[in-house]
């Protein structure tokens, strides 16, 4: 069944198969640095450079690998929702379920991680020119991408997907087959806004995230370029755990600008905030990407430019010292920012377009295309402005202790900084609304609302 699923309909699986493809070719290319390393006659110096690439820096890649593959995944799965109620009504156990999901899953994985080896080789080999161009390591070593990158790769992509099916899978078989049909047909989300595994750990999250500032301010307080170290992963941190509380923070969102998009759009407006409102668990999926993309990349380079003006004001001989850390930093947050945003543009692009009977239904009952159209913009205004609001205060909570740890000031005047914040939220925002919209426009032109609805 599980390979007469994946053949009868692809579609529904593509989102899930990005995310663990994109995910497993960044992990691969980072750990093709440790093959680097193990070949016989490098130095220690770039044994050491390489190594730390590998693990600490592709460590912050990991995380954000494995958040944003379990929750596709999940979302993946929970959109054929009707299919599993009907499996349950004409007699399949749940073991037969679980058994189902978990073997597309492998099967979805699989495939991924396989496509992913020859795509995570020019990557890995631009990581390691971009050392050797700055002179992080030998010259005469030569890039190997071997068995520890694929085995970091196939390992990271099975184990996340697998994660997410089973998660999903739990949750699938416990409800009962009228509550899966009501679920699937968008009536609203089943069971707590947020679970007990959930809440755990956004609670983890948020004690790294503390413990990273707290050993900012005091422990890495004037120890110069090392700040970073301290700094990096508590931005990391800080995004996961906003991530976490995404379903939480969008619905503190639609209570306080919900009024102001009623006002704004109308009855599309208000349709919009119904739907937030009435489907937060869900549409909340599409918040952690954003609040991922807008953490990391705007915290990130923004403390890169307070290290520059840290560098320059110090002398040109430090700065000249630094050049190749912050040559790194902007490769490795550029993978990583990449990769962000890829998730968020397959998370909206998944979820909208599972929405296609819905669009149906509301033009049976006498909506025109363009107010279905504004409900989808009203909406995605509300998801975008969760996640960035959100995501500027997660990048905030490593930039401030930073700036403080690096410069003696709590907030930087530079103004390039708050700068970097604007253009990273106006991307966002752009983003979650091309993506939204254009989905919803391409699924009302697709079809008539009667064949969506028949079709769906």
């Not at 609001?389 to 709590?410: D, K």
Request: proline share 3%; aromatic share 6%.
């Amino acid at each position: 069944m599980a390979m007469r699923s994946l053949a009868k309909r692809p579609g529904g699986f593509v989102a899930g198969f990005l995310a663990v493809f994109f995910g497993a070719a960044m992990v691969m290319a980072f750990g093709s640095l440790l093959d680097t390393a193990g070949e016989p006659g490098v130095p220690d110096t770039s044994v050491e450079t390489l190594e730390t690439m590998a693990f600490v820096v592709g460590g912050y890649g990991l995380a954000l690998v494995i958040f944003a593959v379990v929750s596709t995944m999940s979302l993946t799965v929970r959109q054929r929702g009707r299919e599993m109620a009907l499996l349950k009504s004409v007699g399949a156990t749940p073991g037969q379920v679980r058994r189902l999901i978990v073997g597309e899953t492998l099967l979805l994985a699989l495939a991924a991680v396989a496509l992913a080896i020859p795509a995570a080789m020019p990557l890995g080999r631009l990581l390691f020119a971009a050392l050797r161009e700055t002179n992080q390591i030998d010259g005469g070593i030569e890039y190997v991408f071997g068995p520890a990158a694929v085995s970091m790769g196939v390992a990271n992509g099975m184990i996340a997907a697998l994660v997410g099916a089973l998660l999903t899978a739990r949750r699938a078989t416990r409800m009962r087959a009228v509550e899966a049909m009501v679920d699937a047909a968008g009536a609203g989300d089943a069971g707590p806004l947020m679970g007990r595994w959930r809440w755990i750990g956004a609670l983890l999250g948020l004690a790294a995230t503390a413990t990273a500032a707290v050993i900012t301010l005091t422990v890495m307080d004037g120890e110069g370029t090392d700040v970073m170290m301290s700094a990096g992963p508590g931005v990391v941190g800080a995004a996961i755990t906003v991530a976490l509380l995404s379903p939480v923070l969008l619905r503190m969102t639609t209570l306080l600008l919900g009024w102001v998009v009623r006002l704004l759009a109308g009855v599309s407006g208000q349709l919009a905030v119904s739907n937030v409102r009435r489907r937060t668990g869900e549409l909340a999926r599409a918040v952690m990407p954003v609040t991922l993309f807008t953490a990391v990349t705007a915290g990130t380079l923004s403390m890169q430019r307070v290290e520059n003006a840290q560098l320059k004001a110090e002398g040109a001989a430090v700065l000249e010292d630094s050049q190749t850390m912050e040559t790194m930093n902007y490769v490795v947050v550029g993978i990583i920012a990449a990769f962000c945003c890829i998730m968020l543009v397959n998370t909206l692009v998944a979820a909208t377009a599972f929405r296609r009977r819905e669009f149906g239904q509301q033009r049976l009952a006498g909506a025109t295309p363009g107010q279905v159209l504004r409900m989808v913009g009203a909406e995605a205004v509300l998801v975008a402005g969760a996640g960035v609001f959100f995501g500027l205060l997660a990048s905030l909570t490593a930039l401030v202790p930073f700036s403080h740890a690096r410069a003696g000031v709590w907030f930087p005047s530079d103004g390039v900084v708050w700068g970097i914040h604007g253009a990273v939220v106006g991307f966002a925002v752009l983003v979650t609304l091309v993506a939204s919209v254009g989905t919803a426009r391409r699924m009302i032109r697709r079809s008539s609302a009667v064949e969506a609805v028949l079709a769906a």
